[in-house]
């Protein structure tokens, strides 16, 4: 596959744009929003842990 023809394929993939939608209607938003806040606050708390020194 040369680099012409993948630039033209992802050209034609953008410009359909939100056609399919790719969203799948149980996904909520605040639930994944939710549980990303979740997981990243778990990790701070995780960090600061082990980052007892200071």
């Known amino acids: 596959m040369s680099l ?3 630039a033209a394929q992802l ?5 359909e744009g939100g056609e399919g939608g790719g969203n799948h209607p149980s996904l909520s938003p605040y ?3 939710g549980g ?5 606050l778990l990790l701070l708390w995780i960090v600061t842990r082990f980052n007892r020194d200071r």
């Open 11 to 15: 050209t034609t993939l953008a410009a």
């Open 31 to 33: 639930l994944t929003g």
């Open 4 to 6: 012409h023809s993948t």
């Open 36 to 40: 990303a806040l979740f997981l990243l």
